[in-house]
């Protein structure tokens, strides 16, 4: 193990990749409590949930019930306050701040609620800056961002700048940017409402169609019970529970 | 790089403002330090840059060397003290003199005339061109005024009067009261003065030029000469030059006036890139969560501040370069190698002290924010 963050010294190739072989994600009596003042707010409650590695799992439940705090800890965003999560064969549960930015850049893949993309960087640049956070390693790296781009029928919007793109395409490139770093799992919080009910359905066929085409594991956070269709299973929360 | 160098190329006209404001803060503050050494140089350059190390002045003259008159017996007093190896007498005035070199219609200007007795002790320390006055007929002017009939070769002639005396050396920075300035003789002085007013008498000196005895220093020379008499009041060459009136006040503005500026270029780089961060913030906590190290982030900050000011000061610098040489209502201007790299120095370093504060408010971005929209940008 590296000493400065815990992680292998060349970036988990001495862990056997979870595709193929275990879980994408492994999450048991995962908690995280917020102090108050003189009270606690228990956001996610001893949640257990398996994610397989080509699995596809709807989170559904209403706001406040943990769904976006499971995600945040699967992704390591946040850290849990007790409890043990491995992702991709990685034990993260004890991961400080450093670490898990590492593993954000290395083992997981984002798609935010909002389109989320730098605005002053092209479709094409918006993938590249993976790499670029990472592992730089440049002629693949772009050769991998035009393949993607290719994939999802953005090849000649490469050179557009997020502002110019429409809201399809931009999600579009952000799942693109998301399969840039070739995660073991990725997250989609809420990745339809921001796109209208045709579009949305789109959206998810693609989400579907990438994620079982490479065999990654992803988890997508919705309210709408019509986005459940795409995935292989629900997982329903409420009040930071996972029933 | 990769993220400084894009976001810079997609915000051309922004960074360039910047960088076009921050060059001309910078050349403000290198023009009006020539200007501020420009004006003393003209207003006390002829001090100086003569060649006495020590001054007498009597006391009662306030350091003004037209308003001190110094008394024979002052004189002789100065000159027993066993501190002083040398007195040589300088006298100065303001005559109406007109450049013949310019034509005809050349219209005379008010000018300094200082006659010195000795002219290791009085007369021009550096000369530039040509050399000291041998005779009654001649004179060494200040290098500044040469372009104005001043030039070595070149004739003036005393009003009234007529007495014509010929430029045969050229001194460096050696001007008084920002007025074109002469080195003569004392006997010249004298004709001259005798030119203009055949009733005046043999001038008394308004200063006493000394060279110390072997073995005292110029400050000990002032202290033995200034404890002879309250009515002496003796100084250094550069004390006499810094201490003359008006010199104090006019660093003292243009101090205010540099501090304005030193904080000034600082504080819009460093408002400049607050500014930017709050309005990219969504960018950055994006960034974060995909796994941005903070401190890649903030080096890509620094970049574009280093950038910025280092293209602000090249660009303020070639700016000052070009346009910091000639004259300016009398007084001369010159490019100063030195006031370049202290304030290219002070600037680089308050600029990236400024931007620390934009680099806290990288380091403060939660990349939690992400998942809750607030730091997400579209």
Known sequence: MNEQDGLTGDGFTEHAPAQGWGPALIMEKARKVYPMADSEVVALDDADIVVEADEMVALVGPSGSGKTTLCSIAGGILSPTSGRVVVGGVDISTFGPKQLTRVRRELVGFVFQSVNLVPFLTARENLLVVDELGRRTGAPARRRADQLLEELGLADRAKNLPGQLSGGQRQRVAIGRALMNDPELVLFDEPTSALDTKLGMAVMELIRDEMKSRGIAAIVVTHDERITQFCDRSVHMEDGRVL | ?378
């Open chain 2, 1 to 378: 790089m990769f993220l400084a160098w894009k976001e810079m190329r997609r915000a051309k006209a922004r960074f360039g403002l910047l960088i076009a404001a921050v060059g001309l803060l910078v050349f403000l503050i290198l023009f009006q330090q020539s200007l501020q050494n420009g004006l003393l140089t003209s207003f006390t350059g002829a001090l100086r840059n003569q060649s006495a190390e020590v001054l007498v002045y009597r006391t009662d003259g306030r350091r003004i060397l037209q308003a001190s008159v110094i008394s024979p017996d002052l004189t002789e007093m100065v000159g027993r003290d066993p501190s002083v190896a040398a007195v040589g007498r300088i006298t100065q005035g303001t005559f109406t003199v007109t450049p013949l070199a310019l034509g005809a219609d050349a219209e005379p200007v008010e000018t300094s005339v200082i006659g010195f007795e000795l002219p290791d002790l009085g007369g021009p320390r550096f000369l530039t061109a040509g050399r000291v006055p041998e005779n009654t007929e001649e004179a060494v002017a200040s290098d500044a005024d040469a372009a104005g009939g001043f030039a070595v070769g070149d004739v003036v002639r005393i009003e009234p009067g007529g007495k014509q005396l010929t430029i045969v050396g050229l001194a460096r920075d050696a001007q008084l009261n920002v007025a074109p300035t002469l080195f003569v003789t004392y006997d010249t002085y004298r004709a001259a003065l005798a030119s203009r007013n055949p009733d005046a008498g043999a001038p008394l000196p308004n200063a006493l030029g000394i060279r110390p005895a072997p073995g005292v220093t110029a400050g000990q020379a002032v202290a033995a000469i200034n404890a002879l008499s309250p009515e002496l009041d003796a100084l250094t060459r550069d004390d006499a030059a810094e201490q003359a009136p008006g010199v104090a006040q006019v660093r003292q503005s243009f101090r205010v006036i540099f501090l304005l500026y030193g904080f000034v270029v600082p504080l819009v780089t460093g408002l400049f890139f607050l500014i930017i961060t709050f309005q990219k913030a969504p960018a950055l906590t994006l960034l974060r969560a995909i796994g941005a190290p903070a401190s890649r982030l903030v080096a890509s900050l620094l970049i574009q501040v280093a950038i910025v000011l280092g293209g602000g000061l090249v660009a303020g610098v070639g700016l000052y370069a070009a346009l910091a040489r000639g004259r300016i209502g009398g007084v001369p201007l010159r490019f100063e190698t030195t006031a370049v790299i202290v304030w290219v120095v002070l600037l680089s370093v308050g600029g990236l002290i400024s931007a620390l504060f934009s680099a806290r408010r990288v380091l403060a971005i939660d990349p939690y924010s992400a998942t809750t929209g607030a730091g997400v940008g579209r």
